[in-house]
């Protein structure tokens, strides 16, 4: 950086320092910028698609090369069980060759006019990019950005969430001969200080964030300054439904992952269940014996289902929900607080919390928890449950668990949420667009529509 300042980045699981990263500053970001220009301008720009695709497949293949280097460095950073790290490294990879197809196929359109003419279209890329990303997901959502933007002829700067700056540093590492100097700058530091100088920059042009709303409002008011094109992908409270005819072990089976992967801290998490009041009882019985049998522990462990939060202050957050919960009168389930073992003393650790009779308006439920807590309401009458799940400021992700499938499209339909998934639930294969409405955001990633956001 250049004040030659650094912060520390600590393991969630023991609390120990793993790494000093550079704190940068505005003076970082305006070098980044400059130097993402000049690369725009001096090569990538005249860059063919062909070239790109096949350096973006060079980026794929150094990726996997060194996929557990890079998976265990996640996992040290973040605190995520070592096999989530694994299958985020695999998407990473595969976004990677996903765009370098794409980037091929990319193209304008010819459209009649009338009178023997014709009008063509061209897909130019806007040149340089300002990335913002969260720490849940540090290198993944790093590749939802970085592909697509460089696979439409971008360079990027980006700026990696500052509890999780190492793994974005050790695809750089690995990539640096592979993509021309310049043509990715990565400054890691503070939001307030290297996120906002980015963000705001006058010779960004084009903003792609992924963060909180709060957050996300701030970088759209930023970008209107200069008028700016913004892709925000924010927020969520997602709900999931269970219709009377579930299979109730695979509606079980779903929603350990739609709430307990990543230790909850997933943007799309299904954190507000809707369980139809006939099998209510039985599904409870069944989700709250498997949310209590979770293994917990250390997330190099590859037994690990549940690993730390990243940050105290995260631990701190989530806590705070669940106490303003019992205060409301809501029922605590299961959990509800830190695991006793001495042995996880000093990590981020909160255990499996199930919650229900809690009111719909209160702040537990209408807010982002972004920790293992799930919320349970039983429900009879399809309407006033449609209307209960669209009651949110959010509109990310959701979940539909039935057998009848004219009720999966009815629910889908009526769902306000931009992914609904159906019997399954957490999965972001490359080639679906991905992203909110409502307050969680604007834009699609992942998808071949993508690059339309990007040029
Ligand atoms: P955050 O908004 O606090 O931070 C996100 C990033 O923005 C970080 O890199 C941070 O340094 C930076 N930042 C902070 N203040 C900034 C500012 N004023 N200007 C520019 N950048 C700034 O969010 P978080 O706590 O890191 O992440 C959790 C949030 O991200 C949750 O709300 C979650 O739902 C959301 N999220 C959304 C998606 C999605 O795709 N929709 C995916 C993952 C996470």
């Given at each position: ?394 509109g990310l992700a959701a979940g539909v668990i039935t057998n009848d499938l004219s009720q999966a ?47």
């Amino acid at each position: 950086s250049a004040s030659g300042e650094t912060f520390e980045t600590r393991d969630p699981t023991t609390g120990e320092v793993l790494a000093e990263a550079q704190a940068g500053n505005s003076d970082d970001i305006d070098r980044a910028v400059e130097a993402a220009w000049d690369a725009y301008e001096s090569e990538w720009a005249n860059t063919d698609a062909t070239e790109r695709q096949r350096l973006l497949g060079e980026v794929a293949d150094r990726i996997e090369a060194n996929r557990s280097e890079i998976a265990k460095i996640e996992t040290l950073d973040n605190g995520k069980p070592i096999r989530e790290a694994h299958a985020d490294v695999a998407l990473v990879a595969d976004q990677f060759r996903y765009f370098a197809g794409a980037a091929r196929t990319h193209g304008g359109e010819t459209v009649p006019s009338g009178s023997g003419k014709s009008i063509q279209t061209i897909r130019e890329p806007y040149g340089v990019i300002g990335a913002v990303v969260p720490w849940n997901f540090p290198l993944l959502i790093a590749s939802w950005k970085l592909a697509p933007a460089l696979a439409a002829g971008n360079t990027v700067v980006l700026k990696p969430a500052e509890q999780t700056p190492l793994s974005v540093l050790k695809v750089m590492e690995e990539i640096d001969d592979v993509l021309p100097d310049g043509v990715v700058n990565v400054v890691t530091g503070y939001g307030e200080e290297a996120g906002a100088p980015l963000t705001e920059h006058e010779d960004i042009r084009k903003v792609s964030f992924t963060g909180s709303t709060a957050v996300g409002k701030q970088v759209m008011k930023a970008a209107a300054e200069s008028v700016t094109d913004v892709t925000l992908e924010l927020g969520g409270k997602s709900p999931v439904v269970v219709f009377p005819d579930a299979d109730i072990e695979h509606a079980v089976r779903v929603m350990m992952f739609a709430m307990f992967y990543n230790t909850g801290e997933c943007c799309t998490a299904g954190t507000r269940l809707f369980v139809h009041e006939d099998i209510y009882e039985e599904f409870m019985d069944a989700f709250v014996e498997s949310a209590q049998g979770l293994q917990m522990g250390d997330p190099l462990d590859s037994d690990t289902r549940l690993g730390p939060k990243v940050s105290e202050e995260q631990v701190e957050r989530t806590l705070s929900y669940i106490e303003q919960a019992k205060e409301d009168g809501a029922r605590i389930v299961t959990g509800g607080g830190q695991p006793e073992s001495e042995a996880l003393a000093d990590g981020c650790f909160v255990v499996p919390t199930v919650i229900d009779d809690i009111d719909h308006d209160s702040k537990p439920v209408q807010e982002e928890i972004f920790g293992p807590v799930e919320e349970v309401f039983a429900w009879s009458d399809y309407d006033e449950m449609i209307a209960q799940a669209n009651d949110v400021d959010y509109g990310l992700a959701a979940g539909v668990i039935t057998n009848d499938l004219s009720q999966a499209n009815r629910a889908a339909r009526d769902i306000e949420a931009g992914n609904i998934w159906v019997n399954h639930y957490t999965d972001f294969p490359a080639g679906q667009p991905f992203g909110g409405y409502k307050q969680s955001g604007i834009g699609r990633e992942q998808a071949e529509e993508t690059l339309d956001h990007y040029s």
